[in-house]
């Protein structure tokens, strides 16, 4: 396995383990950070009791409704994942790529591309999908709050399909930790936010259960 190229500043950090560690940084994200899906979205589990209530598991009835639409009651005891998208969106960031190429009579041609990040360090480091970046000659981000940022290239790991990318900012910026992939469990709601093919609107969110774990697709 081909080792990660990185900068030195940032591989002396306690936080490179992530990219030596492919495996415990592809789980979680994801995974989704896939992270990850050609969108690149980030996945955030309840794994913590106080960042999505459980739902209740609703009684089931033998007296037979006829395939009837589930009852008010039972709707309501779903999940509201509101308060946890608010909490999590302002570290999510969209990505936006310019690659040079040549069209089919040999002139250059400037190609464009998007894909999603998340803020992993209040100083801007940014972690997202290698393939997002691979072929970039300019990088730019745009946060949560429409700023739009030069960015650069600080470390890939194209095993993986996970790249490291940095910006230059002045403040503290909202960040994500992983979580430990080991405290996931089969049955566990999660929440996927990301810049699904570059839609404007700001970040699409969609919601699930952790279906299986230790298969490989």
């Not at 979680?28 to 950070?33: D, E, G, H």
């Not at 309501?76 to 969106?89: A, F, K």
């Not at 960040?175 to 699904?196: H, M, Q, T, Y």
Request: charged content about 20%; hydrophobic content about 40%.
């Amino acid at each position: 396995m081909n080792s990660p190229r990185v900068s030195k500043e940032f591989a002396q950090t306690d936080r490179w383990w992530h990219l030596r560690s492919p495996i415990k940084f592809a789980a979680p994200a994801l995974v989704a950070l896939t992270l990850v899906t050609a969108a690149c979205g980030f996945v955030a589990t309840d794994s913590d009791p106080t960042a999505t209530p459980q739902p209740s598991p609703t009684p089931v009835s033998d007296s037979g409704n006829g395939g009837l639409p589930p009852s008010p009651a039972a709707i309501s005891q779903l999940p509201s994942l509101r308060d946890l998208v608010e909490r999590v969106g302002p570290a999510v960031v969209a990505i936006d790529t310019s690659t040079i190429g040549v069209d089919f009579f040999l002139r250059r041609v400037e190609q464009r591309g998007s894909g999603s990040g998340v803020i992993v360090r209040s100083d801007g480091y940014i972690v997202t999908n290698d393939h997002v970046i691979s072929d970039a000659s300019s990088l730019r981000v745009v946060l949560s709050d429409g700023r739009v940022l030069d960015a650069t290239t600080v470390g890939r790991y194209p095993d993986s399909d996970i790249a490291v990318v940095k910006i230059d900012v002045d403040e503290e910026l909202p960040v994500l930790k992983f979580a430990n992939s080991d405290d996931v469990r089969v049955g566990d709601w999660v929440l996927a936010i990301g810049n699904a093919l570059g839609l404007e609107g700001g970040p699409t969110v969609t919601a699930g259960i952790v279906s299986a774990r230790g298969r490989t697709l």
